[in-house]
T-cell receptor, first 117, second 114 residues
Framework: GAVVSQHPSRVICKSGTSVKIECRSL??????MFWYRQFPKQSLMLMATSNEGSKATYEQGVEKDKFLINHASLTLSTLTVTSAHPEDSSFYIC?????????????FGSGTQLSVL | DQQVKQNSPSLSVQEGRISILNCDYTNSMFDYFLWYKKYPAEGPTFLISISSIKDKNEDGRFTVFLNKSAKHLSLHIVPSQPGDSAVYFC?????????????FGKGTKLSVKP
């Protein structure tokens, strides 16, 4: 099946710093990637939809100036958490659909556990 | 308001027995449903899916049943194995919707005891 790679898997940072998370589709081109966030014992919540070559679409309540998304190529999307605070500590996961498949199935990266001290 | 609900946060089953995980949804526009399995600190992996034109889909030990009138679906795992222990997420999609993303339930943690 299609492979989505996410890096880093774990980040611990100080409050006020910025953190960049990379998401790559390894064997397919993804014009759209989805960024999810999961708090403990909660569902995966969609934060934003990353569109190659254009602006990302953010879900209600997600600050676009805080969560910067760049989708500069068909295989790479990045999420930057700017001026991170402890409340941003969460599990961030990217995903994409394989355009070669007619399925609605999303392939997920391995996730990034962000801990802001 | 949650559109996809998994009301059981956890389920414990003996090895070899059947595991039944349930999921309810409220949006009648959903036309495709998926189950994902997730281990701690990992991304979800796809398990099985079903289109709204079907009421059953089977793949090995995994079977998903869809009851559209009740807006309910379930995942059956038989026989259950200790390696099945994970959190299972139900997800729904409105194919052709403006964003094409999946809406997830909160998950059910399955523990299969040897």
């Amino acid at each position: 099946g299609a492979v989505v790679s996410q890096h880093p898997s774990r980040v611990i940072c100080k409050s006020g710093t910025s953190v960049k998370i990379e998401c790559r589709s390894l064997d397919f081109q993804a014009t759209t990637m989805f960024w999810y966030r999961q708090f403990p014992k909660q569902s995966l919540m969609l934060m934003a939809t990353s569109n190659e070559g254009s602006k990302a679409t953010y879900e209600q309540g997600v600050e676009k100036d805080k969560f910067l998304i760049n989708h500069a190529s068909l295989t790479l999307s990045t999420l930057t958490v700017t001026s991170a605070h402890p409340e941003d500590s969460s599990f961030y996961i990217c995903s994409a659909r394989d355009p070669r498949s007619s399925s609605e199935k999303l392939f997920f990266g391995s996730g990034t556990q962000l801990s802001v001290l | 308001d949650q559109q996809v609900k998994q009301n059981s946060p956890s389920l414990s089953v003996q090895e070899g027995r059947i595991s039944i995980l349930n999921c309810d949804y409220t949006n009648s526009m959903f036309d495709y449903f998926l189950w994902y399995k997730k281990y701690p600190a990992e991304g979800p992996t796809f398990l099985i899916s079903i289109s709204s034109i079907k009421d059953k889909n089977e793949d090995g030990r995994f079977t998903v049943f869809l009851n559209k009138s009740a807006k309910h679906l379930s995942l059956h795992i038989v026989p259950s194995q200790p390696g099945d222990s994970a959190v299972y997420f139900c997800a729904a999609s409105n194919y052709g919707g403006s964003q094409g993303n999946l809406i997830f339930g909160k998950g059910t943690k399955l523990s299969v005891k040897p």
